[in-house]
């Protein structure tokens, strides 16, 4: 899906609006006792001592019960791997270190978790209630460093039932072990749900042995390329019936369960190249399908592509045991329907309304195919607009509007709006170097959410399932990458859809988070430290030399630093005010808590070219219209520059340019094609006509209109795949100016952008 947003998150915002989530009215109990433990239990009794885990201890199960076996089983593969404990399992009465017991009658997923000076007891009704007791044991034993457990009573169940990530595999293809992975470490964080998009324009990702086209045709692309460069090799891939039933069998070990979505009637375009017929007879352009945005092209509403559809289907379902199969539901244009004499003669016969109506016939069609096998349809926020069956629920993007509709209409709901749960949003001004969309998401932006609006009565949000975090992959490459998206981010919806909706405190909660990162990192995890690693705004003045740079990070928390280049500890200097010195430097920066170094940091030389460069992430696009961090199409394998862009008016502003004694220019840029499916707002993007063939790069002060103050020739870039320098005289100035960078074009393909700007002096 292409959500559109705005680059919006400034340092200010950072320094003063990172604060304690405020707490909802209601029920407000005192908070426990602060532990290591994510999500925050719902009730925590301290005890008198603790209890030491030392290997070849035991953990014991009742004979017979192979539930709390497998919880067993995960306990101490945990242990193991984060811990380098050994723990025997075996089958008998209490009596070891560690016991797991049945108590009827305690909440569906809940747990009882007892630690003494003499051991350890875990107690549930159901098997996830004895995984999620093992799991807060395991946190607890890798919060310190000597497996010393404190002695605790924990009461605990889910606020929720549905707590849920989404990964797109359809727009970027992610390995069967890494979703292996991915489903490690949300059980280890209690989240439930693995909403799994298999299906959308740009790729097919699921095996369908009765059309096999779907993944020869459908699951590859050749990515899109700027014109004139080298035309990048075939991806894709697609997961084979095999493997998908591996993964929803060890993803069922872990209680998460998954839920495949197969889009329909619009994101089909990947079908309908692979059978034509499915769709409506409009020609597809070669090499659209590595278009992003929102594609034309609908399944056509003939009963054999009902059919097909059925079919699709029947074999997801013999796949996937998951109660709710996701048929998207979203963003179909509606244009070739309404141009097709067939699609508008079937309208009338049906004596519906139009073609929302339509959707909502052919969405009812599928739900009732669903419900005769026992499943339940559910479907993004759109199903609504065309009237759906009782039974069908209701997943909320467009903002929570959907969520409230969906809930007064008596549908079950759950809670993923944009951009706040979109994991493909960046979590930082700068973006740490990696693609997304252009506005921010940060850790503290997705704690804050509320997922029970108060429009809602009572007996309304009982029909509110749960919430999810959404990872779309468009501008998400590779695993690497999917991962330091989704964490920690994730863990906020771990947490807002476990613990009590009050207390919340987002201090409290990051500390929990560091943890966390900490355990998750022995099991792969690679997340971001956004949340955590200082940002510097910086300012420099001529005439005295002096560089002054302000200091904060998202969680608010202490930051040290020091100025000779070694790495500062918990002794060093306390960043309290704006620090200002005189080049050269190099300061190093980390965000402390009760002494305790945190994940991320800052580290930058300053010297006299450094300070007069500002590369991508500090430049400040002009309208923010449509802000995209894109990576570059080059090279086709290693590194790849990545440039924050309006696409719709591509234009950057460097702020504050000293300007004293600059005599050149440059500027390195880097071409990217305009794959982008925007409809018609692709014809207001217009721009200055060139005065030679390939273009001119612009500067001009403090306005992007009158004179150039310096012009840079595109034509030395125009067949580099890579980025390339221009340099340029440039007009002198004196003291501080806004400078604004343009280019001159006949359209939006290439579209150029600005890696970054270095004012130089004469040599």
């Known amino acids: 899906m292409f959500r559109l947003a705005a680059f919006a998150l400034t340092l200010l915002a950072l320094a003063g609006g990172m604060e304690k989530a405020k707490a909802q009215p209601g029920a407000a109990p005192a908070p426990p006792p602060a532990l290591a433990v994510l999500p925050r239990p719902v009730s925590v009794a301290a005890g008198a001592g603790s209890f030491q885990l030392r290997s070849g201890g035991a953990i014991v199960v009742a004979p017979g019960d192979q539930g709390a076996r497998r919880a067993a089983q995960r306990l101490a593969d945990l242990l193991l791997r984060t811990r380098g404990l050994r ?82 595999s359809a727009r970027h293809f992610q390995s069967p072990a890494f979703i292996r992975r991915l489903i490690d470490w949300m059980a280890a964080s209690k989240l439930n749900r693995l909403h799994w998009h298999l299906v959308d324009d740009q790729g097919w990702r699921l095996q369908i042995r009765k059309y096999p086209r779907l993944t020869a045709i459908g699951a590859w692309r050749v990515p899109a390329s700027a014109p004139g460069a080298p035309p990048l090799s075939r991806e894709g891939g697609f997961y084979s019936q095999a493997e998908v039933r591996a993964i929803v069998a060890y993803a069922a070990a872990r209680h998460v369960t998954i839920v ?7 994101h089909a375009l990947s079908a309908i190249r692979a059978y034509p017929r499915l769709g409506m007879g409009v020609p597809i352009p070669p090499g659209i399908e590595s278009d992003w945005g929102i594609f034309p092209w609908l399944y056509n509403v003939d009963e054999p592509t009902i059919g097909f559809l059925d079919d699709v289907l029947d074999e997801v379902m013999a796949l996937f045991p998951s109660t709710y199969i996701h048929v998207g539901g979203d963003e179909a244009v509606k244009d070739q329907w309404k141009a097709d004499p067939a699609v508008q003669a079937k309208i009338r016969a049906l004596g519906l309304k139009d073609e929302n109506a339509l959707q909502g016939w052919l969405v009812k069609r599928i739900e009732e195919h669903l419900a005769a096998h026992g499943r339940r349809l559910i479907g993004w926020d ?134 966390q990162l900490d355990r998750l990192a022995k099991l792969g995890l690679g997340a971001s430290t956004a949340a955590f690693a200082p940002i510097a705004a910086e300012s420099f ?45 190099r300061l190093r920066a980390r965000g402390f808590r009760g002494g305790h170094a945190l994940p991320g940091g800052f580290d930058r030389i300053y010297d006299p070219a450094s300070v007069r460069r500002r590369g991508n992430a500090e430049l400040r696009t002009c309208a923010a219209r449509l802000n995209l961090a894109l990576e570059d199409d080059a090279p086709a394998q290693g590194r790849r520059a990545v440039f924050l862009t309006d696409i719709v008016n591509p234009c950057w502003i460097y702020e504050k340019a000293p300007m004293d004694g600059i005599a050149s220019i440059a500027v390195d840029v880097g071409q990217l094609p305009f794959n982008f499916q925007i409809g018609h707002d692709r014809d207001h ?35 580099n795949p890579g980025v390339t320098t221009l340099r340029a005289t440039i007009r002198p100035l004196s003291g501080a100016h806004d400078l604004c960078f343009t280019y001159t074009a006949r359209g939006p393909d290439p579209l150029w952008a600005v890696a970054a700007v270095q004012l130089e002096a004469p040599r």
Not at 260 to 266: H, L, S
Not at 548 to 577: C, F, H, V, W
Not at 697 to 716: K, S
């Open 382 to 515: 759109e199903i609504l607009e065309g009237g759906v069956a009782p039974s069908a629920a209701v997943m909320s993007w467009r903002g929570i509007s959907g969520a409230i509709a969906a809930a007064q209409g008596g549908h079950d709901t759950v809670l993923s709006p944009a951009p706040i749960l979109y994991f493909d949003n960046i979590q930082s001004p700068g973006g740490e170097g990696q693609p997304g969309r252009g506005s921010v998401v940060s850790l503290g932006d997705v704690y804050a959410f509320d997922p029970a609006p108060a429009t809602l009565t009572v007996d309304q949000q009982r029909h509110i399932l749960g919430l999810q975090g959404n990872l779309w992959t468009e501008h998400v490459r590779g695993d690497a990458r999917a991962a330091f998206m989704a964490f920690p981010r994730a863990l906020a919806v771990a947490e807002l859809g476990w613990s009590p909706a009050t207390p919340r405190d987002f201090l409290d909660f990051a500390d929990r988070v560091a943890d």
């Open 260 to 266: 495949p979505e197969i889009e329909m009637p619009g």
């Open 685 to 719: 993007i217009v721009f200055t006509p060139p005065r030679t063939a390939e273009g001119e790069m612009e500067v001009r002060a403090d306005t992007c209109t009158g004179e150039p103050i310096a012009v840079l020739p595109l034509a030395p870039a125009a067949h």
């Open 87 to 168: 723990l025997a399992i075996r089958t008998g009465k209490r009596g070891g270190a560690i016991g797991f017991a049945r108590i009827p009658g305690l909440p569906a997923e809940g747990y009882r978790l007892t630690v003494t000076p003499r051991g350890t007891t875990i107690a549930a009704s159901d098997d996830a209630g004895l995984f999620y007791g093992g799991i807060t044991l395991w946190q607890l034993a890798t919060a310190g460093g000597e497996n010393r457990i404190p002695a605790t009573a924990i009461e605990d169940a889910p606020r929720f039932a549905w707590r849920g990530l989404m990964l797109d």
């Open 541 to 585: 003045d001529t005439k005295s030399g002096l560089v002054t740079i302000k200091l904060a990070n998202q969680i608010g928390s202490e930051m040290r630093y020091t100025l000779d280049g070694t790495m500062p500890g918990a002794t060093a200097a306390l960043y309290t005010a704006p620090l200002s010195f005189v080049v050269p430097a």
